[in-house]
């Protein structure tokens, strides 16, 4: 009897090896399923990446933070193994976050604290009491809240509308959501522009500060995260059972040491060949279907599928060239979508100052509510990070991250487009009500180039894409890592994860399925678009793999049962339904795995582009 010969094994190319790219990369090679996994940069990691100067000292992009509810990043941490024995997941520890203010700070600075082990009598016991425990934490945190803001100035009744407009969201469906608030500004749902402008003020800086987003990003994406914020509830997802992960995490060193290097090593014993300094620039097609990646110096990656993982500025870049714009029209077309500058530095100490306040200790997170660059700061080193070299005479690393770039500093009156590196320095410790005593040194993100007019002119065609500010006294600040923020109508005007061509898909924080965890640019969104197109490529293409990793997403929020009975309610009058993918994308898997959306119509693009 013959058996019937099995599909060869189906080769994916990826192209990008940020978190999205090394989320794909890790699906697909647990499923047998040979991967190339392309990298522009010398190293991996994307935005999250943290590098070592000459001199020892560690620098990043912008601090780390960790949400327990990040479901698909957390779980995949629990598989990737470390040279100690343990997992990535070992290597987060819980920190508190503290809001401060010019004259005062409101939370209590605690020690970090590692996620433990509990007994699942215990776990059990806390599952059915949670929803009381949650309940009982909404009305005390509401009470607070009212409270604060009266303290800055905020009407009652201005904070009772404005908890109203988040909590309501605990009782509406995904579905009445999206149709309610996908094409609403935040600050239009808030109706700020009739409040008072101490509420406008700090209605405003909650989404800089947690998201790195302004007011005028999608209502659907900001207020479920600002809801989270508010009542800290906590979630966790089904693979951590039996964990007990702090609500805010960060990781207990230098992020590539500790999660990017792991999780590199991990996906090379499962036999990704890794390319760096490979930066795609073309793309080959043939019959409908994209038959290789070709990189800017001309090697060819030949694939059977393909993920397109790369920052939002470079996939328009690459939109560009004549046989991806015909193949891939989707991504020419203008999107509800922003450019944002979120930055950050860090400051070497040789000790902590006694001058400096009370919750500036390590492992504690300060979000700066009054500081007009949106700052948000933690203390590292000794005391927070585990078994961290660092170069002598340093004992801790002040990691500042700022998200308005356009609002003048109260040093030097300028924004921080117009600042010099170290009118930045100066603007960040002031605004942060720090002193420069026991500082040996700086360094400014890698990603942020200040370069004089004539330079920049010289250079701009030979950069990165890149988003450049404004001239300003001779000099400009070009930023190639900007944040992409969704835009009312994103849904239906933004890159999709299915795209027009069978056997091509994107990833990263760009891209948009309805399936995604996230909609707002962090780790985790990249994750599960990682996740998400890797599923996709198993199920339409390669049958004889099967995803070794299958997470059951579950709802973050309290209070599940309010929103099925409302979904009951939606489904009984909603108008028929759309179709979701642009046209000529494969059709979806039966299996559910995600879908695309509607057709992009062109409007205004709200950033430059270069």
Aim: net charge neutral.
């Amino acid at each position: 009897m013959r058996h019937p010969e099995k599909s060869p094994i189906p080769h994916v190319v990826i192209a990008g090896a940020g978190i999205a790219g090394m989320a794909a990369a890790m699906i697909l090679a647990e499923a047998g399923v040979r991967v190339t996994l392309c990298e522009a940069a010398p190293e991996a990691g994307g935005k999250a990446k943290s590098l070592r100067r000459p001199d020892g000292h560690p620098t990043e992009h912008s601090l780390r933070v960790y949400l327990d509810y990040y479901q698909t990043l957390l779980t995949l941490f629990l598989r990737i193994p470390t040279e100690s024995g343990k997992t990535v997941l070992d290597n987060l520890v819980g920190v508190n976050a503290v809001r401060v203010y010019r004259h005062r700070t409101f939370g209590r600075a605690a020690a970090p604290a590692p996620a433990r082990r509990r007994r699942t009598t215990f776990a059990l016991l806390a599952r059915v009491f949670e929803p009381l425990a949650q309940f009982s934490r909404m009305v005390v945190r509401s009470a607070l809240v009212i409270v604060g803001m009266a303290s800055r100035g905020v009407s009652p009744i201005d904070a009772i509308r404005y908890l109203h407009a988040h909590v309501r969201l605990l009782w509406i469906c995904p579905e009445r959501l999206t149709a309610e608030l996908a094409d609403v500004a935040y600050e239009d749902y808030l109706r700020l522009s009739k409040k008072a402008p101490r509420a406008q003020a700090f209605f405003s800086a909650l989404p800089r500060i947690f998201v790195a987003a302004r007011p005028n990003a999608e209502a659907a994406a900001i207020a479920p995260i600002i809801l989270k914020g508010l009542f800290h509830f906590t979630s966790r997802p089904a693979a951590l059972n039996g964990i007990t992960a702090p609500s805010i995490m960060m990781m207990n060193g230098p992020t590539s040491e500790r999660m990017v290097d792991p999780w590199i090593r991990h996906l090379q014993t499962l036999g990704v060949d890794l390319k760096f300094d490979t930066r795609i620039g073309d793309l080959e097609f043939r019959d409908g279907r994209v038959t290789a990646l070709v990189s800017t110096d001309g090697r060819r990656f030949g694939c059977d599928f393909a993920v397109l993982a790369l920052p939002y500025l470079t996939l328009r870049r690459l939109a560009e060239r004549d046989c991806v714009s015909r193949h891939l029209p989707h991504l020419t077309q203008q999107h509800a979508i922003a450019l944002e500058s979120s930055n950050g530095m860090q400051f070497f100490l040789r000790d902590i100052p006694p001058t400096w306040p009370a919750h500036v200790r390590p492992g504690v997170v300060g979000t700066h509510f009054e500081s007009e660059w949106a700052l948000v700061s933690v203390l590292q080193g000794e005391g927070f990070w585990a078994d961290v070299a660092l170069p002598a005479g340093t004992k801790y690393v002040l990691s500042i991250t700022w998200s308005d770039v356009d609002t003048p500093g109260p040093v030097f009156g300028r924004p921080a487009s117009e600042c010099t590196p170290d009118e930045i320095a100066t603007e960040c410790l002031a605004q942060c009500g720090l002193d420069r005593s026991h500082i040996a040194g700086w360094h400014i993100d890698d990603e942020l180039k200040h370069l004089s007019e004539a330079d920049y002119q010289n250079l701009a065609s030979d950069l990165p894409p890149h988003l450049a500010s404004a001239p300003a006294r001779g000099q400009r600040m070009v930023n190639l890592s900007p944040l992409t923020i969704l835009l009312p109508g994103a849904r239906d005007r933004s890159p999709r994860i299915r795209t027009e061509v069978g056997n091509l898909f994107l990833a990263g924080e760009a891209s948009y399925s309805p399936d995604l965890t996230f909609l707002v640019p962090t780790m985790e969104k990249a994750a599960s678009s990682g996740y998400l197109a890797a599923h996709n490529i198993l199920s339409v293409g390669a049958a004889d793999a099967a995803p070794e990793l299958r997470i059951d997403f579950n709802d973050p929020v309290p209070f599940a049962v309010l929103r099925r009975v409302d979904r009951w309610f939606w489904n009984r009058r909603r108008p028929p339904e759309s179709p979701c993918d642009p046209p000529g994308a494969a059709c979806p898997s039966e299996n559910g795995v995600p879908h695309g959306c509607p057709t992009p119509v062109p409007h205004q693009e709200n950033a430059p582009r270069r």
